[in-house]
């Protein structure tokens, strides 16, 4: 490889992150609000919400995840393992005040054991948490529940942006310390599919013209 | 993403080309020539083993190009326009081998074919849960008119592109109708279901080949995030519509087998187009709603004398006979459904 001009200094490690969750318990608003967060220090417009990617860095380690957004209606079900199945993370989002949406959860922690890589952290995200007007909102059970699959449970709203960095921030940690973890090491990117450069990230189309 | 007919992709290939006719190219030329060879001699075609040579090759093809004189001090862009040429020509070459060349690939296609054909005589929109704002018939046939045209290229990446471009219309609709009503943009909950409805609509040729080529030959290191996001989706769409039924459609069961019976019945008598094979010429059968002024051609008997049938139109009578029965038993059930009596019905139409 000797003459060639050499990579950018900073390749970043990547990672697959699929959301799960019933239809319209509000996974697209949560993860949009994570994604282009006005605080972020590089604000990209979006203009898709199904595939979203985001860049962090963790102890010094630039990550940039993949999120893979799916169809969480229940007649899609079936068609969840051709999304999880070689994901680094899985992000689980039930509606607090539907408790419908948690057993649809805990159905798809179940197919995860079995079907996904052994290694797949997962993260459950309570959410909407801004409807219930009651001071005490009960998670106790899904945070036993949580702990018991090795998973973090957190209270997130999209509306009022609360919970959300905390619980990409503890995935993105998580996975950085499997992958050190791993025989890959952090020089691997993904095992596979190689090194995705952050310089190199193809042009998305130019962003909306607002206010025209 | 870029058109795959753009000027700037024939560019590259045409560059490919132009490179490695130069003399200074000769060894690469070589190694490109042998590997055909040796894939042509390998015996019968098998397209998960000609996937793993392929990448193979690609893969040792980057090294040699990234140390090659003709590409010293190249950006890494014009060293992937060059890998982009070598995936064309390669693909091109040894497509007769690599698409659809088992029995089995071409059975699959067949098959899924044939069940979208069915499917298109009765799935609307609702029965996949696409909510009414996202109806858009002219976004749709857009959407239908990308994926259809899958079989005009012959390369993974020219292939792939189509999807794409099927997806980003899709998106920009998902985009416009978000801004236009100020409402949160739609991810998944309402992407995937659009997809799935283009592909019935669209009945892509070769559904199966097509994605099965793309997943082995297109370039390993180029079929990553977004790209694969959007294949994955598609493969989806494939999987859904090859284990439909009354559930996933929001219909009883028996309710579903209804349908898809009349609908063989329908398509019997239709003289109902197979799926065309690779080249221009793709189905659009899908995109013909069901018109008012068809019956001469449905039922071409109303004036024809009993005794001048042939046994074979007797049989064509028999099947339109069924065919009628199954209608009108549907139609029944729903007036039924909508407590409106038949009779008085009838007898409200003046003619």
Known sequence: MGSKPPPPPQPSVSFKLVLLGDGRVGKTSLVLRYVNDVFSDKQEATVQASYLTKRLVVEGVPIMLSIWDTAGQEKFHALGPIYYRDADAALLVYDITDNDTFLRVTKWVKELKQMANKDIVMAIAANKSDLVRSKHIDTNEAASYAESIGATLFVTSAKAGTGIDDIFSDIAKRLLEKRKNSSDGLSLAHPKKGILIVDDEPEKEPPPKCCS | ?351
Not at chain 2, 58 to 77: C, K
Not at chain 2, 225 to 253: C, D, P, Q, R
């Open chain 2, 1 to 351: 993403m870029e058109s795959p007919t753009s000027p700037a992709s024939r560019l590259d290939f045409y560059d490919f080309i132009g490179r490695m006719r130069r003399p200074a190219a000769a060894d690469l030329f070589h190694s490109i020539r042998s590997f055909l060879a040796s894939l042509s001699q390998a015996g019968e075609p098998n397209a998960e083993v000609d996937g793993g040579r392929v990448q193979t090759f690609f893969a040792e093809m980057e090294t040699a190009i990234r140390d090659h004189p003709l590409w010293a001090n190249a950006t890494n862009q014009e060293i992937d326009n060059a890998l982009e040429g070598l995936e064309k020509y390669i693909m091109t070459k040894l497509f007769d081998r690599a698409f659809a060349s088992s029995a089995e690939d071409v059975k699959s296609d067949i098959e899924i074919s044939e069940k979208i054909g069915l499917l298109q005589h009765f799935v609307r929109p609702h029965h996949l849960d696409i909510p009414k704002l996202l109806h858009n018939e002219a976004a749709w046939l857009l959407a239908v008119k990308e994926l259809q045209k899958i079989n005009s290229f012959k390369s993974p990446r020219e292939k792939l592109s189509c999807i794409m471009s099927c997806c980003q219309v899709i998106n920009n609709l998902l985009l416009n109708v978000s801004m236009s009503n100020d409402r949160t943009l739609s991810g998944a909950d309402d992407f995937l279901p659009i997809l799935i409805y283009i592909t019935i609509k669209a009945n892509p040729p070769q559904l199966h080949s097509n994605l099965k080529f793309i997943q082995l030959f297109r370039r390993e290191t180029r079929l990553i995030s977004e790209v694969e996001y959007y294949l994955t989706n598609l493969i989806s769409a494939k999987m859904f519509i090859m284990n439909v039924n009354g559930h996933s459609l929001s219909m009883e069961e028996s309710v579903f087998q209804t349908h898809m019976e009349s609908a063989r019945l329908g398509n019997h008598t239709s003289v109902a187009s197979t799926s065309s094979s690779q080249g221009l010429g793709t189905s659009t059968t899908g995109l013909n709603e069901e018109s008012g002024d068809t019956e001469g051609l449905k039922f071409p008997f109303m004036d024809s004398e009993t005794e001048s049938l042939t046994p074979a139109e007797v049989k064509q009578l028999h099947e339109l006979y069924r065919q009628v029965v199954t209608r009108y038993m549907l139609l029944s059930k729903a007036l039924r459904k909508l407590s409106v009596d038949e009779d008085q019905l009838l007898n409200s139409v003046d003619d």
